[in-house]
C-alpha cells in the first residue's frame, strides 16, 4: 500500500509563512508529478502547484511569487512554501500524485489533507 502522509499546516497571522509537506511511502517504484490542490467547504478543490519529476513547476495565478513547490526524489517528498499568506490562501491543502507500483500500473493518491488558516 501507498501513503501519503501531510504536514505542516497551522494558524498563521496573514503576511506570515507556513511549509507543507508531504511523504510518499509504500512499495513505490516511480512517482510521477506531484501536486498540492486546496478546497474550502462548498468549492471545488483547486490546483495550487505541480511539479515534475524532472524538477519543472506550474503555479495557480493566485500563488506566483508567494508559493514555491520542490521536491525531494530521494525521499519521496513535495513541500510547499508559503509566503505572504493571505486570508484567502485558507483551505485544506491536499498532496496528489501518481505512483508505479510492482503491479505494472500506474496509482493515483490523495493525501488525508492538512488545514491552513490564515488570519487577519
Known amino acids: 500500500q501507498v501513503q501519503l502522509v501531510e504536514s505542516g499546516g497551522g494558524l498563521v497571522q496573514a503576511g506570515g509563512s507556513l511549509r507543507l509537506s508531504c511523504a510518499a511511502s509504500?512499495?513505490?517504484?516511480?512517482?510521477?508529478?506531484m501536486r498540492w490542490y486546496r478546497q474550502v467547504p462548498g468549492k471545488q478543490r483547486d490546483l495550487v502547484a505541480a511539479?515534475?519529476?524532472?524538477?519543472?513547476?506550474n503555479y495557480a495565478d493566485s500563488v506566483k511569487g508567494r508559493f514555491t513547490i520542490s521536491r525531494d526524489n530521494a525521499k519521496n517528498t513535495v513541500y510547499l512554501q508559503m509566503n505572504s499568506l493571505k486570508t484567502e490562501d485558507t483551505a485544506v491543502y491536499y498532496c496528489?500524485?501518481?505512483?508505479?507500483?510492482?503491479?505494472?500500473?500506474?496509482?493515483?493518491?490523495w493525501g488525508q489533507g492538512t488545514q491552513v488558516t490564515v488570519s487577519s
Open positions: 509504500g512499495s513505490i517504484l516511480r512517482i510521477d508529478a
Open positions: 511539479v515534475t519529476s524532472g524538477g519543472s513547476t
Open positions: 496528489n500524485t501518481k505512483v508505479f507500483l510492482n503491479t505494472g500500473r500506474w496509482h493515483d493518491y
